[in-house]
């Protein structure tokens, strides 16, 4: 074993390329490797662990009171299969106040439960700032740790409830179950008019929807028809937090395969080449006495050391990038708290990557380190002197008798001479080109979401509002919004002006408040683009965003009853789904802008006429009014740009790697025809002829590369986008699909001739400076 790893240890530092190509392959795809794993742990791992420290409720059930008496909605606490339970609870709906700053989120309606104590056997709660709501009068709001409850704590902050009730702040705490936005006293919900009753179960079978649909059936059993009138899973919670990492999840699983797959070629062309530059080296240890099997662990150890190295650096590597992404997958989601901080790279990822690499690397040299066992002695030590048979010297034959300059017949005939490598290194080619042209697509559909998303083709301005009711900076508006409709319409460059008024409201059969934007104006020309269905045309229609779509299970023509500003229900019907937005849009603007206290417009979106001048608008619109800030519709937002800025980065390191992998097959193939370039400059070749000659046999690689590469990549985008708006639960448009033209193309048709060219760069040079004397000296 001794005299096997001495002859290894001088073969790694004897192929001083070859072990940096593979230590830098593995490197990359190791830290790809954690980064994934850790991003795919972070789905769920984080989540669980948190929701089971508090006992999170499994189910949040609303019953109505009228149909249900609370001792009998108790009662369905001993039905089969519940673990635990909490309530029953009143559940009263109040508005929600709208002082900009404060700790109560959008305007509209929030709800507000009865309940005795925080510290229940579901859902159970710690008051961080101040204390639990005991009197009447007195009100504890639902917020997150850290977000501003120890200053808050120290204001007098009130809710006003109907009936001109005054509820003071007396606390803040936070729901991991996200069972109400507010707590108070059971008596006092009941004097607030509340209608229906809370109850929150953990089950004993809990990990499907399906299981959880099942409990309910049994847990209402007993119930009278209709009295069950909503119900919130967990699981919705869990799928919206996992749409952070799950935004990374699927290119990165791209990558990642795409990396693999150009490790084991990369490693079998090294080891192959290895193998075959060194007959020479393997008759040797041989004639030495080395056995056939020796001979096999030689070239094995010689690929797992360098291996070892790179995939522990990678490792490390990776542990600090997963650590940061995985940290900020969250960034920007409702709910983040519960995760904030505590999502990580997982222990077992590391063991599985530290031995699952090494032992990729030596099942891809296993087949060359074989060739090499079975090589003879006397054969491998007279190998260099063994003339060349085969096709190549038909082909070379058949391209010297063209008109091609000389230097470039005998480049097109290199890659016949060895098929194996030949179909290594084009394999090479095709993966980098296939990872430029899916990071280029990529890259196209985030900024083409983001255009879409911000509606930078149809909105150039927009023109945010002070509040009216709040005390100070920012300033309020001195018009109405009736007349700075007319105003900004009637300003130079103006085309299309709408008004935003995003608000909460509640819809019958769901626990959870439904996120609203009422839009009045001219809707129809600024409207986003729609997956399907078409934009509002009237009163009684909505706009549903997909993540909303999904989680409601609607569809085109299903109808919503909602709660309108005078606390009527009213039913809306579902004409069409956009992307990304509030979860409903109407632009019945009477209806429901009540539900903002100030009735007024928040935003206001402005489509400039064609070749207006946006920065003279806005300065415009800031004079119009005192309580207006407009600004300019562009630039790309801070979530996008870290998803290009991963897909770029991941990009570079694998087209990186594919050019080491031709680089290092180009160094190889120069050295094995070191006597024949010494032939060639010895009768009058000159160096750039010899450079012309190397540069042409990879770049008609890099031609086929291209070739193949280029629809590789678009079919890669097409497979990876869809996943990407599914693990984020959205509908993409079909305009983040169709992202191809022809200027787009061009990069990545060429990337594959540029990597070919620069991977055969270095090795040519070299090869063109050696004296024909040195090189024939030393044959």
């Known amino acids: 074993m001794r005299a096997v790893w001495t002859a290894s240890r001088a073969a790694v530092a004897r192929r001083r390329l070859q072990t940096f190509v593979l230590a830098a392959v593995v490197l990359v795809c190791s830290a790809t490797a954690v980064v994934t794993l850790g991003l795919m742990a972070a789905v769920s791992g984080p989540f669980d662990r948190v929701y089971n420290a508090a006992n999170g409720a499994h189910v949040m059930a609303e019953f109505d009171s009228s149909k249900a008496t609370a001792a009998r909605i108790a009662r369905t606490a001993r039905a089969s299969g519940v673990e635990a339970s909490a309530g029953p609870y009143p559940v009263a709906v109040l508005r929600r106040p709208t002082d900009q700053g404060g700790p109560f989120g959008l305007p509209g309606v929030f709800t507000v439960v009865g309940r005795d104590r925080p510290d229940t056997a579901v859902d159970t709660m710690k008051v961080f700032s101040g204390r639990w709501a005991t009197h009447p009068g007195e009100i504890v709001l639902d917020m997150p740790q850290g977000f501003g409850g120890a200053r808050l704590i120290d204001q007098e902050t009130h809710v006003l409830a109907p009936g001109g009730v005054d509820l003071k702040v007396v606390g803040y705490a936070t729901s991991v179950s996200d069972s109400a936005g507010g707590w108070v006293t059971p008596a006092q919900a009941r004097d607030l008019g509340a209608a229906s009753t809370q109850m929150m179960y953990r089950f004993r079978d809990a990990g499907s929807q399906a299981a959880l649909t099942a409990d309910m059936a049994v847990v209402t059993a007993g119930l009278p028809s209709g009295s069950l009138t909503g119900t919130g899973s967990y699981l919705t919670l869990k799928e919206h937090l996992a749409t952070g990492p799950n935004t990374y999840v699927p290119f990165l699983t791209g990558f990642g395969l795409l990396g693999l797959i150009a490790a084991v070629l990369i490693v079998g062309s090294v080891v192959s080449g290895a193998v075959v530059a060194g007959y020479r080296h393997i008759g040797v240890l041989k004639a030495l006495g080395f056995t056939p099997d020796q001979v096999t662990a030689v070239y094995l150890v010689m690929v ?100 091609l300059p000389r230097p470039v017949s005998l480049g097109l005939g290199w890659p016949f001479a060895r098929p194996g490598r030949t179909a290594l290194t084009l394999s090479t080619i095709v993966l980098g080109v296939t990872t430029a042209t899916l990071a280029i697509g990529l890259a196209a559909s985030v900024l083409t979401f983001d255009r879409t998303q911000e509606q930078q083709d149809s909105v150039q301005v927009t023109v945010a509002v002070g509040n009216p009711a709040a005390p100070s900076h920012p300033a309020g508006p001195v018009h109405t919004d009736e007349q700075l409709l007319a105003g900004l319409r009637a300003l130079p460059g103006a085309a299309h002006v709408s008004a935003d008024a995003p608000l909460q409201t509640r819809m019958a059969g769901s626990a959870d408040a439904v996120r609203m934007d009422v839009r009045t104006g001219d809707t129809t020309a600024l409207h986003p683009d729609l997956v399907r269905g078409r934009w509002v045309s ?211 048709a060429l990337s594959g001739v540029a990597l070919a060219v620069l991977g055969a760069l270095l090795p040519s040079v070299r090869a063109s400076r050696a004296s024909a004397a040195e090189v024939l000296r030393t044959e």
């Not at 995985?326 to 960034?331: D, H, I, L, P, T």
Request: charged share 15%.
């Open 538 to 748: 009237g009163p009684g229609e909505v706009v549903a965003d997909s993540t909303f779509w999904h989680q409601q299970g609607l569809s085109l023509g299903r109808r919503v009853v909602l709660r309108d500003a005078a606390g009527r229900q009213v039913v809306e019907t579902v004409v069409g789904e956009q992307t990304d937005g509030w979860d409903l849009t109407s632009t019945d603007w009477n209806r429901f802008v009540g539900l903002n206290s100030t009735r007024r417009a928040t935003e206001f979106s402005v489509g400039l006429a064609k070749g207006a001048d946006a920065h003279a608008y806005a300065a415009a619109a800031r004079r119009l009014d005192p309580g207006l800030r407009p600004s300019l519709n562009t630039g790309v937002g801070p979530i996008e740009q870290a998803v290009i800025s991963v897909i770029s980065t991941l990009a570079l390191l694998l087209v990186g790697v594919s050019a080491l992998g031709v680089f290092n097959a180009v160094v190889l193939s120069t050295r094995e025809r070191r006597k024949d370039i010494g032939v060639l400059k010895a009768v009058g070749m000159t160096p750039r002829q010899v450079v012309a000659m190397v540069v042409t046999a990879t770049a008609a690689l890099g031609v086929a590369g291209g070739a193949v590469g280029v629809p590789a990549g678009m079919l890669a985008h097409r497979i990876v986008l869809p996943l990407i708006g599914h693990g984020t639960g959205r509908d993409l448009p079909a305009s983040m699909l169709h992202v191809w033209d022809a200027p787009l193309l061009v990069l990545p």
């Open 304 to 403: 797992t050391v360098p291996a070892v190295i790179g995939c522990a650096v990678g490792a490390a590597v990776g542990s600090v990038l997963g650590t940061h992404l995985v940290r900020g997958a969250f960034w920007g989601i409702s709910g983040n708290a519960l995760v904030a901080g505590k999502a990580s790279v997982p222990a077992w990822v590391y063991p599985v990557v530290l031995i699952g690499m090494p032992v990729l690397v030596v099942l891809s040299a296993l087949l060359p380190a074989v060739k090499a066992r079975r090589l003879p002695a006397a054969r491998a030590i007279s190998a260099g002197g063994v003339q060349q048979t085969g096709r190549a010297p038909a082909v070379q034959r058949r391209l010297g008798g063209s008109r």
